[in-house]
């Protein structure tokens, strides 16, 4: 309690002013100001990028996207970092051996962003302040009491308090901080073994200094003011574009090459900059992240398995939801990382990851404990919609299968359509009165207010998909005998697709451009930290045709990477 009481008396001084925001200059530091502060002429380009599609021809916008975008307010020019961006910068800035584990006391980050990392959705609540303030001093007194650790963040050849507080508060700020900002922390370092109780000078002076560093605005928020601006945007220093790339990719701090570049302003330059975007999409933190982008953009890390009556489905007996979560994502993890193919083959590939446990289902010969790669029936399998993992979750406890929910994967999740809410009743009626469950939905939805949405847009994807049952088995009858009717259409824009089962859908689906549309504003979202509007639209037009076209998952992150809007903070 001393240290807290003590040195959080210390910090009202050292952070009060910044009122929730940080101390930080527009100019003095960063690459589009000069050493005086004085603005030069911003040389950043912000005409579209080029996309050369897998055929070698440029790919040229028309203006029309498939999908409906809308305009937006500004992204936050002061984004927080996420939960798990906090865990990674602290294990970096620190040199910890593993992640701190203290994000488990946060607050839950705001639901309404698919990947966690909207910055206009994450703030700091009184709740998460003193979260925050109990996470620094932990990290403080874990680090001021090792001397094996304090040592590691010591610079060489520079053990003197100046050049330690300057070094470690440009990687906390991930940009150099101001003399005034050192001559603080240089005084509470100084006065470490008072405020913390720590008897070892040098390891107080490291608690008291990160247990500030780690309340700081400058470090909890990621700045992205800019130092020069035209009337629509402000052009990001070579520090904000530091950490806008590293955080987009590696979801953490820029490591010392990015730092370096920054440093002597290359990396405003655009052949640096796609350098090193390169550089960190072939890290495995890179591939880790093309891997979970397709995991949470999918919803692939939320799928469930379903209890059914094994005595009726006995397909279903070894499933949980650890075993047909792994197989769903070794899947995905195989067809962007491994094979570097991309969202067409993601919802069409004839082949899954099949243990003993679900082999059943597949109606495969029995393999081994792990989950294998197998090839499937072409006829009947294609893509993740045809897995077990994905039919289980969208079926319903009791023997009946999911079709609104499936239906409306297709059209939200897969086509970006923008559905209202249901009545909390809907689909919850009894089959009793029913041959099918095709028709026990449409007596459900097919007339009245939810017409409009379920039998032009989400029921149909979702018959097509009753050609397998609740536990993901093939089958052309339901339990009652019933012979299924698995055909159908739906309006996609002005078009209508047309199939027969589930193959034939996802052939159909994969060749709109609204999938591929959707996919890119995903990526979009992912990659930026923010909402797609308006103003992405000619990139997710483009990208969207070189998706179509083949192109690998990592050549269209390094497109959205490159473009001019990555250095660039709309007002």
């Keep these: 309690m001393r240290l807290k009481r003590v040195l959080l008396l210390a910090l009202f001084v050292f952070i009060a002013s910044c009122d929730g925001r940080p101390l930080y200059r527009r100019n003095g530091w960063g690459s589009a100001t000069t050493e005086t502060g004085d603005v030069k002429p911003n040389s950043y380009d912000k005409s579209g990028t080029e996309v050369i599609g897998p055929d070698g021809k440029p790919i040229v916008a028309t203006g029309k996207t498939a999908i409906s975008l809308v305009a937006r307010s500004a992204a936050s020019s002061v984004p927080r970092l996420s939960h798990q961006q906090w865990e990674n910068t602290v294990k970096d800035l620190l040199q910890l051996p593993a992640l701190p584990g203290q994000s488990k006391n946060f607050p839950d980050d705001p639901r309404g962003s698919l990947f966690g990392n909207n910055g206009a959705l994450l703030s700091v609540s009184a709740n998460q302040w003193t979260a925050y303030r109990n996470a620094a001093e932990a990290m403080g007194i874990l680090v001021g009491s090792d001397a094996m650790a304090y040592k590691k963040l010591i610079p060489t050849g520079q053990n003197d308090i100046i050049s330690i507080v300057k070094t470690f508060l440009k990687k906390a700020y991930r940009h150099p901080p101001t003399d005034d900002e050192v001559a603080q922390m240089v005084a509470l370092y100084t006065s470490g073994t008072k405020l913390t109780g720590l008897s070892n000078a040098t390891g107080a002076g490291f608690a008291a200094m990160i247990t500030a560093a780690l309340q700081s605005p400058n470090f909890i928020y990621r700045i992205e003011l800019g130092t020069t601006s035209d009337s629509k945007y402000a052009f990001l220093n070579t520090y904000e574009i530091a950490s806008r790339l590293s955080y987009a990719v590696w979801n953490t701090m820029p490591d010392a090459t990015l730092f370096a570049l920054a440093d002597n302003e290359e990396l405003a330059k655009a052949d640096v900059f796609k350098t090193q ?5 072939k890290d495995p933190r890179g591939a880790a992240l093309l891997k979970n982008i397709h995991l949470q953009g999918y919803a692939v890390n939320q799928f469930e398995a379903v209890k059914q009556d094994a005595k009726i489905y006995p397909e279903t007996a070894g ?36 243990s003993s446990k679900t082999a059943a289902a597949y109606e495969v010969s029995a393999v081994s404990a792990e989950p294998k790669k197998i090839d499937l029936d072409p006829t009947r399998r294609a893509g993740l919609m045809s897995q077990v993992a994905f039919l289980s979750n969208y079926s319903k406890t009791g023997g009946l299968t999911a079709i609104i929910k499936r239906g409306h994967y297709v059209a939200e999740t897969i086509l970006c359509g923008t559905f209202e809410g249901a009545p909390p009743s809907v689909d919850n009626d009894t089959q009793s009165t029913f041959k099918t469950n095709r028709e026990r939905i449409n007596a459900l939805t097919g007339s009245g207010s939810c017409a409009g949405c379920h039998t032009t847009k989400i029921n149909p994807p979702g018959f097509a998909m009753e050609s397998f049952g609740p536990g993901g088995k093939w089958r052309t009858t339901e339990s009652s005998g019933a012979a299924l009717d698995v055909s159908g259409s739906f309006l996609l824009g002005t078009d209508t697709v047309k199939f027969d089962g589930p193959v034939e859908l996802m052939k159909e689906i994969t060749a709109t451009s609204e999938l591929h549309q959707c996919y890119v504003k995903k990526l979009i979202e992912a990659l930026y930290g923010r909402y797609a509007d308006v103003g992405d639209s000619n990139l997710i037009e483009v990208l969207g045709m070189a998706s179509k076209l083949g192109m690998a998952p990592r050549d269209l992150f390094l497109y959205i990477l490159s473009d001019p809007m990555m250095k660039l903070q709309a007002k």
């Design 277 to 281: 975007a390169l550089r960190l999409m």
């Design 319 to 354: 499933f949980d939801t650890g075993t047909l979560r792994n197989e769903a994502e070794l899947f995905v993890n195989d067809v962007i990382v491994t094979q570097g193919k991309g969202i067409t083959e993601l919802f069409t590939a004839p082949y899954a990851f099949v």
